[in-house]
T-cell receptor, first 114, second 114 residues
Framework: DTAVSQTPKYLVTQMGNDKSIKCEQNLGHDTMYWYKQDSKKFLKIMFSYNNKELIINETVPNRFSPKSPDKAHLNLHINSLELGDSAVYFC?????????????FGPGTRLTVL | AQSVTQLGSHVSVSEGALVLLRCNYSSSVPPYLFWYVQYPNQGLQLLLKYTSAATLVKGINGFEAEFKKSETSFHLTKPSAHMSDAAEYFCAVSEDGTASKLTFGTGTRLQVTL
């Protein structure tokens, strides 16, 4: 029944590793997002996809690569993890673009890079 | 460029007291404004939004906010705080309703005491 789900909930890994976070929404939405929330709770958008097409790509290192296999999924792959990547990553979805629609957020994935 | 400033990273009120969380925005065009709430270890949930209709917006859980263009403010209020209101509150602005690109403030942690 979860509207926006993320896996894993917690991720602890070593510097230099490659990891992925998965996001799925069952709301039938067309638009999905990735946000990063740092240790000071500051929340910043990273990427947005609409109908599997990238529409927002903020200043994010190339080590971060989003992938949308279909409208219901938006995964985030991170290469060569660094200490500064430690944060909570939130996935969100909205009905679409054209007029503002409420964004529904997932529960977050807490990434810790050691 | 759009931005949001939340005055007070931490607000403490007694149960039953008025809640006032401050948000000021900067936008080059008429903005869309939002308040989100984040409970511990959870994702964000929309409380209310302003999209150029009524300036006084009512949201969930008894919260409301008033858009004041002359003051570039969108403060969140609730007449009587409950213990369950303790959470992190984020104000956000979107200049472009089509892309749903949100810029968040740094958040205000609300503490409710007996």
């Amino acid at each position: 029944d979860t509207a926006v789900s993320q896996t894993p909930k917690y991720l602890v890994t070593q510097m230099g590793n490659d990891k992925s976070i998965k996001c799925e929404q069952n709301l039938g939405h067309d638009t999905m997002y990735w946000y990063k929330q740092d240790s000071k709770k500051f929340l910043k958008i990273m990427f947005s996809y609409n109908n599997k097409e990238l529409i927002i790509n903020e200043t994010v290192p190339n080590r971060f690569s989003p992938k949308s296999p279909d409208k219901a999924h938006l995964n985030l792959h991170i290469n060569s993890l660094e200490l500064g990547d430690s944060a909570v990553y939130f996935c969100a979805s909205s009905r679409g673009i054209g007029e503002y629609n409420e964004q529904f957020f997932g529960p977050g994935t807490r990434l810790t890079v050691l | 460029a759009q931005s949001v400033t939340q005055l007070g990273s931490h607000v403490s009120v007694s149960e039953g007291a008025l809640v006032l969380l401050r948000c000021n925005y900067s936008s080059s065009v008429p903005p869309y404004l939002f308040w989100y709430v984040q409970y511990p270890n959870q994702g964000l949930q929309l409380l209310l939004k302003y999209t150029s209709a009524a300036t006084l917006v009512k949201g969930i859980n008894g919260f409301e906010a008033e858009f004041k263009k002359s003051e570039t403010s969108f403060h969140l209020t609730k007449p009587s705080a409950h213990m369950s209101d303790a959470a992190e509150y984020f104000c956000a602005v979107s200049e472009d309703g089509t892309a749903s690109k949100l810029t968040f403030g740094t958040g205000t942690r609300l503490q409710v005491t007996l």
